[in-house]
């Protein structure tokens, strides 16, 4: 997995290598009721328990521009910001300190998801793989 700096923050970026590395964690059977099963049961998970919301949390201190403030000479200001790609740019929204649990929760549910669907994704391909095969088996034509 790679990790680029943003605003002095490191994000999580995945790549097909990285689903790929995260997906050969999961056993993937070769018989096609096996993976029908697996894959049913993804399906079944494929609820959001809490609302959903995509991108990463960073924290940026930066100073605050008024004259005599302590940021100036000290200790900057902190705050927990939202990064999220848009159009090719990177989008940045204040998190207020009193909701960034639920902001977290709303992050790793989007996380939980996206997961499960790459898991979905890859256990069809693995059966249009199992039905190829099987037709060749068997000698008919495709």
């Known amino acids: 997995m790679k990790s680029k700096d943003f605003f002095f923050a490191s994000v999580l970026l995945l790549t097909e290598s990285d689903k ?3 997906l050969s964690v999961m056993r993937i059977p070769q018989h096609p ?17 809490r609302p959903v919301l995509g991108g ?3 924290q940026i201190a930066k100073h605050c ?3 005599g403030c302590h940021c100036q000479t000290g200790e900057k200001h902190v705050g927990w910001y939202l990064t999220r790609p848009v159009k090719g740019k990177t989008q940045t929204t204040y998190v207020p300190q009193e909701i960034l649990e639920e902001v977290q929760g709303w992050i790793q549910e989007h996380r939980r998801l996206k997961k499960l669907m790459a898991e979905i994704a890859e256990l069809n391909r693995e059966l249009i793989r199992a039905h190829v095969t099987e037709r060749k088996r068997r000698g008919t034509r495709l």
Request: charged share 35%; hydrophobic share 40%; aromatic share 0%.
């Open 20 to 22: 790929c590395s995260i």
């Open 33 to 49: 009721t096996l993976l029908r099963r697996m894959r049913d049961a993804r399906v079944k998970k494929l609820v959001a328990e």
């Open 56 to 58: 990463s949390l960073v």
């Open 65 to 67: 521009g008024r004259p």
